[in-house]
C-alpha cells in the first residue's frame, strides 16, 4: 500500500523561483490538506479541500496556491518563494472530515529558500 | 481560531519512568486525537477520543478526555525508548472541516 506520496523529500530554492509539491493518494479518500511544520510551531493547516473541484483556505495560506482536478492529486504551488517558506510540508488524507476519521500523512517534504 | 495547548514542549527521562503530557484548551472539541511523529517521517493516529471522561488504553499508554470536553491527557508507564518521538494532539469542532494541532511534545527516553 503506498498510502500518501509526496515529492521531492527534499528541495532547495532560491527566493522568487516557484515549485510545485506533489501529493498523490491511492486510498480514494474524499478530503486532502496541506499542513507545514516549523520548530515549536507545531502543524499550521496551508490549504485543504473536501473533495475534486473543491479547495479552501487554512489557517495560513498566503503565498500557496492548491487545485484539486482529481480525487487522487492535491499538489501545493509556491508561486515565489521566501526565506519565510522553508519548513517541512506534509500531505494527509482522510475518507471522511477529519474530525471523523484519522488523517493519512505523508513522509514531508523539506523545503530551504535561500 | 481554536488553540491546543501542549505541555511540557520537551520531556527527558529515565526508561522506566512514568510521564504524562497534557493537551489543554479554552473551546470545547467534539473529537480529540493523539498522533506520534519519529523523525523524517509523518505524523501517525494513536487513539481518538470523543466522549467526555473517556479513557482508553493502548498497551503502556493511557489516554483521557476531559469532562468538558476541553482537555486531553497522555500518560505513558515505565517508558522505553521505542516511545521516543513527538506526541501531538489535535482537535476537531464538530461541522468544521479543520483539524487544530497543538505543538507538539518531545519525548526522549534514555535507555
Known amino acids: 500500500n503506498a498510502g500518501v506520496t509526496q515529492t521531492p523529500k527534499f528541495q532547495v530554492l532560491k527566493t522568487g523561483q516557484s515549485m510545485t509539491l506533489q501529493c498523490a493518494q491511492d486510498?480514494?479518500?474524499?478530503?486532502m490538506s496541506w499542513y507545514r511544520q516549523d520548530p515549536g510551531m507545531g502543524l499550521r493547516l496551508i490549504h485543504y479541500?473536501?473533495?475534486?473541484?473543491?479547495?479552501d483556505q487554512g489557517e495560513v495560506p498566503n503565498g500557496y496556491n492548491v487545485s484539486r482536478s482529481t480525487t487522487e492529486d492535491f499538489p501545493l504551488r509556491l508561486l515565489s518563494a521566501a526565506p519565510s517558506q522553508t519548513s517541512v510540508y506534509f500531505c494527509?488524507?482522510?475518507?471522511?472530515?477529519?474530525?471523523?476519521?484519522?488523517?493519512?500523512f505523508g513522509n514531508g517534504t523539506r523545503l530551504t529558500v535561500t | 481560531t481554536q488553540l491546543l495547548e501542549q505541555s511540557p514542549q520537551f520531556l527527558s527521562i529515565q526508561e522506566g519512568e512514568n510521564l504524562t503530557v497534557y493537551c489543554n484548551s479554552s473551546?470545547?472539541?467534539?473529537?480529540l486525537q493523539w498522533y506520534r511523529q519519529e523523525p523524517g517521517e509523518g505524523p501517525v493516529l494513536l487513539v481518538t477520543?470523543?466522549?467526555?471522561?473517556e479513557v482508553k488504553k493502548l498497551k503502556r499508554l493511557t489516554f483521557q478526555f476531559g469532562d468538558a470536553r476541553k482537555d486531553s491527557s497522555l500518560h505513558i508507564t515505565a517508558a522505553q525508548p521505542g516511545d521516543t518521538g513527538l506526541y501531538l494532539c489535535?482537535?476537531?469542532?464538530?461541522?468544521?472541516?479543520?483539524?487544530?494541532f497543538g505543538k507538539g511534545t518531545k519525548l526522549t527516553v534514555n535507555p
Open positions: 494527509a488524507s482522510t475518507p471522511g472530515g477529519p474530525n471523523n476519521s484519522p488523517l493519512h
Open positions: 486510498m480514494n479518500h474524499e478530503y
Open positions: 479541500s473536501v473533495g475534486a473541484g473543491i479547495t
Open positions: 473551546s470545547v472539541f467534539s473529537s
Open positions: 477520543v470523543v466522549t467526555g471522561g
Open positions: 489535535a482537535g476537531g469542532e464538530g461541522g468544521s472541516e479543520k483539524l487544530v
